[in-house]
Each structure stands twice: as C-alpha cells, then as structure tokens.
C-alpha cells in the first residue's frame, strides 16, 4: 500500500487530533503535490488541505487557521494537525498524491490512501 493514514478517532467539539500518512518511499520526491482530503457520509470528497515540493501549503476556507498541513521529508510523512474542531468536521479523511502543483481538487489525485475517520462529538 502506498499511503496508509492515522490518527483518526474521536474527540470533543473544541478539541484536537493529528492524522498522519505514511508515503511509500516509492514517491519520495516524484510527488508535485501532496493533499488531504475529506468525506462525509452524503458527500462528496472534498480537498481540506494540501502542500507542494516547494513547501507552499493551501488551505480550504473551513480549514484556514485550524488546520495545519506538514511533510517530513526526512520520515516521509504527511500530516495534518487539526485544532478547534467542529461537528462539521466529522469525515473520513485521506491523504493523496495529486498529478498538479495544487492538490486542491480530488480529480488531481493519482493515488489515495484508504482514509481514517474523525469523529467529533459536541
């Protein structure tokens, strides 16, 4: 499996949680874009947020100053610290490599992990 998500589980409106996704080293530098995306059940996946080689990170609106995008290099790991979290976040998230320098759309996605589930209880 090329990426493996975790960090997923419950917590508390207000409270945190850090997912993290292990990258094959297969992608070790061969990736323009890096993302994570999310799921709601009814939904349809969307991009949370995402990271390019250059270390330029982008981020959704609901995601902007409470969510944290990172990649270690040195560990290849994607994660994504998640503070402040609302019922709204309730999703199953998964970590991509994107085909584009943006990662901003689940189309530019050309591998996926199998997602891990956040659940936010008020």
């Known amino acids: 499996v090329d990426l493996v998500e975790s960090g997923g589980g419950e917590a508390e409106t207000g409270g945190s949680l850090t997912l993290s996704c292990a990258v094959s080293r297969f992608f070790n530098n061969r990736w323009p874009s890096m993302g994570w995306f999310r799921q709601a059940p009814g939904k349809e996946r969307e991009a949370v947020a995402s990271?390019?080689?250059?270390?330029?990170?982008r981020y959704q609106d609901f995601a902007e100053g409470r969510f944290t995008i990172a990649y270690d290099n040195l560990n290849l790991a994607l994660s994504l610290e998640m503070n402040s979290l609302k019922t709204e976040d309730n999703a199953t998230y998964y970590c991509a490599i994107c085909g584009d320098d943006y990662c901003v759309s689940r189309y530019a996605a050309d591998y996926w992990g199998l997602g891990t589930q956040v659940t936010v209880s008020s």
């Open positions: 990271v390019d080689k250059s270390g330029r990170t």
